[in-house]
Structures are given as structure tokens and as C-alpha cells.
């Protein structure tokens, strides 16, 4: 009897779904689009989702903005503000209509980075036939799955400085936060932490969810996320992907080989703010020499017109 033999699909022939959730941080979802239209070609997907949630009028027109550049490009404007309901049910209905599609998910403080999204496809493709690995993700360095892959190279790359990455966890310490962002913009950490070519995946039981790609092996298990608060049952969409990680004793693939940066957990975004400001880091991200910031330091967000790196279209 004949074999069957499955080809590999080529990168192009997958059309993912992207789903953009946004709320609150207005300069922080323009470097976000910034970011995915500078190093992507939007066409690849079979259809980009933003998720709307309780949004400004400025921070909705500039939503609008990127929706009417972009034809396969959907906004869903969805309150009031909070995962529970209007969030989560937005998703119970985009990956329910997509339960056979390949779904990215990134939150508005996700910065892409070059060919991003050629690699998350690719490790997507790698692991589509393992049951135990239904989801991947780019190596984040401010994320607890980011920092625990890049445990051995710290502590071998700066071991006078240990202090500054160990400590308290990822999402409430600011010190490590501010090192990260400082090493990443002034000391090139990204580069050269890529040149001695690390392992191509790594593999963690647990997951934040600012940027992942997945498909039906694991909505089955987590849909429909709750849509009504209820004591003891879990009210996030990370918490229920990480549940059902635990539960079947699966993993995630974190890329060795490319990465994205998130820009801070909310316990530690007023005091980064204060000390690596959203235009330095959009700086940054298109690869310019950083410049001192001379204007005072405030609480942001501040009103749209003083974004003057950050303008859509500018």
C-alpha cells in the first residue's frame, strides 16, 4: 500500500487572522501600527482585526486611520472598558468565525521587529503536527517566557549586573524594565545576543499572551472565553490558554531567532514612561541613533498633537 506524504506548506501559501487588541494607550498603539506596517506586508493576511475597546475619539480616528489603509483590515469597536465582557466576547466571535484559521494575537504595547512575521509563521510550521506544542511565540524580552529564555546569555553577558535582572517577577519589576529598554536602545542587546545564533526554538510551560500564534488545537480547549464575572472562574484570556497549558501538560515554542518588544506591564508603565519615553523607543524601532529627550517629564498619555514622531503618516 502507497504512503501518504504531507508537503510542508510554503510561508506564503498560510494567511493568518491577526487580531489587534487596543484600549487605553494611545502612543503606544501608534508605535504598534507603526511598527507592523513598516516591517510587514499587511496583504498577507487573511484578515486584521482591531479590537476597539472604549477607545478615545483621537485614538479612534487613528484606528480608523490604519483601517481604511488597509483593505482586508476590520475595526470592531466593542465597551465598555475591560476584558469582561466586550473584550472577550469580541474574540469568542472572531475565532469562532475562524475556528479553521491560523490566528497572531497582539496587544497595543507589541512592537514587531524585521521579518517577524515570516518567523512566526515558520515556527508555527514547525510545530503544526505536535498535539504538545500549540503555541508559539517570539522571544520578548520583557515577558517572563522572554526573560527565562534569555536567562543563560544575561547572566553569562553581564554578570556584574545580575542585580539588575534578577528579583522580583517580570510584570512588577521596574529595575529590570528600564535595564532591559536601556540595554536594548544603547548597548545594541538584541544584536548581540543574535550573533552567537542561538537555538532556534525554546520551550516554556506558561505563556503572556502580547504576542502568539495558534490555531484550532488550542481554541477548542479555552472557547468560549466568559463573558460574565463569575468567583472562582478565570476572567483572562491568558489565564485560560495557561490553564489548559498546565492541564495537558503542553508547551509553548518561544523563537530563539526573532523578537518583539513589549513595552511594560502596567505596574512598572509610569515609572518607564518617565525614563524611556514611548519616543525614544519609536526612535529605536526604526533603527535611528537615540537623541536626548529635552521636553519635561510628565504622566502620559499626552494629547495626540504633541506625538510628533509617533503622527500616523508622518
Known amino acids: 500500500m502507497g504512503k501518504l506524504t504531507y508537503l510542508r506548506p510554503r510561508r506564503g501559501d498560510i494567511q493568518p487572522v491577526l487580531v489587534l487588541l487596543t484600549s487605553h494607550r494611545l502612543d503606544c498603539f501608534l508605535v504598534c501600527i507603526r511598527c507592523l506596517e ?49 473584550v472577550l466576547e469580541a474574540q469568542n466571535e472572531i475565532y469562532a468565525a475562524h475556528i479553521d484559521d491560523v490566528i497572531i494575537k497582539i496587544d497595543e504595547d507589541l512592537f514587531v521587529t524585521p521579518h517577524w512575521l515570516e518567523h512566526l509563521i515558520d515556527g508555527y510550521l514547525d510545530h503544526a503536527e505536535r498535539p504538545d506544542v500549540p503555541l508559539v511565540m517570539p522571544l520578548v524580552p520583557i515577558s517572563p517566557p522572554g526573560r527565562h529564555v534569555l536567562n543563560r546569555f544575561l547572566r553569562l553577558s553581564y554578570p556584574s549586573e545580575r542585580h539588575m535582572f534578577v528579583g522580583p517577577p517580570i510584570e512588577e519589576n521596574w529595575v529590570y524594565h528600564r535595564w532591559m529598554w536601556e540595554k536594548l536602545v544603547h548597548e545594541n542587546l538584541a544584536e548581540v545576543y543574535l550573533r552567537d545564533a542561538p537555538p532556534k526554538y525554546a520551550y516554556v510551560g506558561y505563556l503572556t499572551i502580547n504576542c502568539v500564534i495558534f490555531d484550532q488545537r488550542m481554541m477548542r480547549l479555552v472557547l468560549p472565553f466568559p463573558t460574565t464575572k463569575v468567583a472562582g472562574q478565570t476572567t483572562t484570556d491568558e489565564k485560560a490558554l495557561n490553564l489548559a497549558l498546565a492541564a495537558g501538560h503542553m508547551k ?53 498633537g504633541e506625538l510628533k514622531l509617533l503622527k500616523v503618516g508622518g
Open 38 to 86: 513598516r516591517y510587514t506586508d499587511c496583504s498577507r493576511f487573511k484578515r486584521i482585526y482591531i479590537v476597539a475597546n472604549a477607545l478615545t475619539p483621537e485614538h479612534l480616528a487613528m484606528a480608523k486611520g490604519f483601517v481604511a489603509r488597509h483593505a482586508n483590515a476590520v475595526l470592531l469597536e466593542r465597551g465598555p472598558r475591560g476584558l469582561v465582557p466586550a
Open 252 to 304: 509553548v515554542a518561544v523563537l530563539g531567532r526573532s523578537l518583539a518588544h513589549h513595552y511594560s506591564f502596567s505596574k512598572c508603565e509610569d515609572y518607564l514612561r518617565s525614563h524611556m519615553p514611548l519616543e525614544r523607543v519609536w526612535r529605536f524601532m526604526q533603527g535611528l541613533p537615540d537623541a536626548p529627550v529635552v521636553a519635561p517629564r510628565r504622566r502620559w498619555p499626552v494629547v495626540p
